[in-house]
């Protein structure tokens, strides 16, 4: 938010001054905006970007808002400390992006995204990941290069490539073997490809 007064500040005066009181976080971010300095109870977050289905779902909920808001939080530091069922997505159209993270999110994942390797290398050190969705034409640096920078910063990593050819790279750096997302994918075949990777 622009001005002095910050979100997590803003959430906090609110939820002092009116108890209860529903607070929705939205950021392109999701790492920033809870999982640094205390929580906020009564806080959920909806990560950017997103659909007005998944608005409208969220903002249905006032009624659930101490409980299921206090237990998104406590999922997202729990994701940021190690939680297997934190995704990070890379995938540089957006579109595509935009509409897997959805899909991800309808599974009960927790969804961070980014349009480059570069931005998800610095995500990678700043939040614990159970599992990398990585295209593998991405611009700049292949999407098995990354993986296997990826897998040097987080070791447990499990690695899902996401592709239009079977022809796909079938071991990252470390020797081990990725699991294949051929695009176009739906709910089924993300489905499929978070089992193989074991989540």
Same mark, same amino acid.
């Given at each position: 938010?622009?001005?002095?007064?910050?979100?997590? @500040?803003?959430?906090?005066?609110?939820?002092?001054?009116?108890?209860?009181?529903?607070?929705?976080?939205?950021?392109?971010?999701?790492?920033? *905006?809870?999982?640094?300095?205390?929580?906020?109870?009564?806080? @959920?977050?909806?990560?950017?970007?997103?659909?007005?289905?998944?608005?409208?779902?969220?903002? #249905?909920?006032?009624?659930?808002?101490?409980?299921?808001?206090?237990?998104?939080?406590?999922?997202?530091?729990?994701?940021?400390?190690?939680?297997?069922?934190?995704?990070?997505?890379? =995938?540089?159209?957006?579109?595509?992006?935009?509409?897997?993270?959805?899909?991800?999110?309808?599974?009960?994942?927790?969804?961070?995204?980014?349009?480059?390797? @570069?931005?998800?290398?610095?995500?990678?050190? @700043?939040?614990?990941?159970?599992?990398?969705?990585?295209?593998?034409?991405?611009?700049?640096?292949?999407?098995? *290069?990354?993986?296997? =920078?990826?897998?040097?910063?987080? #070791?447990?990593?499990?690695?899902?490539?996401?592709?239009?050819?079977?022809?796909?790279?079938?071991?990252?750096?470390?020797?081990?073997?990725?699991?294949? !997302?051929?695009?176009?994918?739906?709910?089924?075949?993300? *489905?499929?490809? !978070?089992?193989?990777?074991?989540?």
């Amino acid at each position: 938010m622009p001005g002095t007064l910050k979100s997590l @500040e803003l959430a906090r005066i609110a939820s002092q001054r009116l108890p209860g009181i529903a607070v929705l976080f939205t950021s392109g971010y999701t790492q920033n *905006v809870i999982t640094y300095g205390d929580r906020v109870e009564g806080v @959920e977050l909806l990560p950017e970007p997103y659909t007005r289905a998944a608005l409208a779902s969220r903002a #249905s909920r006032p009624d659930a808002a101490s409980s299921s808001a206090t237990a998104a939080a406590g999922d997202v530091a729990a994701a940021s400390s190690g939680n297997a069922l934190r995704v990070l997505l890379v =995938e540089h159209n957006e579109r595509i992006r935009s509409g897997t993270a959805e899909l991800l999110q309808d599974l009960g994942r927790t969804v961070a995204g980014a349009g480059s390797a @570069e931005d998800a290398m610095a995500m990678l050190r @700043e939040m614990r990941v159970g599992v990398l969705i990585t295209d593998l034409g991405l611009p700049g640096v292949s999407g098995d *290069v990354f993986a296997a =920078e990826a897998r040097a910063i987080q #070791s447990g990593l499990r690695i899902v490539f996401a592709t239009s050819s079977a022809l796909a790279p079938q071991i990252v750096g470390d020797g081990s073997t990725p699991v294949l !997302l051929l695009k176009p994918h739906d709910r089924d075949g993300l *489905v499929a490809a !978070l089992a193989a990777a074991g989540t």
